[in-house]
């Protein structure tokens, strides 16, 4: 029996985080947060619109999480984006402080249990879109622990809640899936990941010598 390219190679897979994996994370992390920087401008301005419309924009928070997972695919990877995009927030000055590497923890951690439910494994739309919801509930309970929800009527409570899951599951699962995509297009994606099974199987077809 031939031996594959793989193993030729001595190639393994490997799950675990890699110095370069790890590099591109914070990478990701460092864009993030001057963008979560900014975003609180932006955020700002909807809260006039109507009861809460700034939740609309809430799921931007989340962002760095699954962009980071789409383009690592291992575990701790959006738990790391997150806390590394609240640190970069702080270091521009945020008032919030420690409080707000506690909500980039449990954020993260939020759309890493989805990601671990699929084993890693799963890009779909469906995946992201839940992992969002997932980094929202997180951020939910955080709100929670702090009392932030004490003076919420039920109504209020889930017009609230609902818009920031709502929002989770489209800028950071949908959007940011999308921008994966455009991303893999240009080739940029292809170099931050090992060569795939396929790849080793493209290169032992007969066809391709």
Known sequence: MGTSMQEKLGVQPRRGLRLSDILVTVLVSLVFGVIYHFWGSVYNLF????????????GMWFAAATLAYLLIRKPGVAIIAEVAAAHVEVLFGSGWGLTLLLYGLIQGLGAELVFAAFRYRSTS?????IAGAGAAIGSMMMDFYYSYTDDLQTWMFLAKYGMRVISGAVIAGLLMLLLAKALDRTGVTSLLRPASKKDYEALDDARHV
């Open 125 to 129: 739309a469906w995946t992201l879109v």
């Open 47 to 58: 809260k006039p619109l109507f009861f809460e419309a700034d939740e609309l924009l809430y």
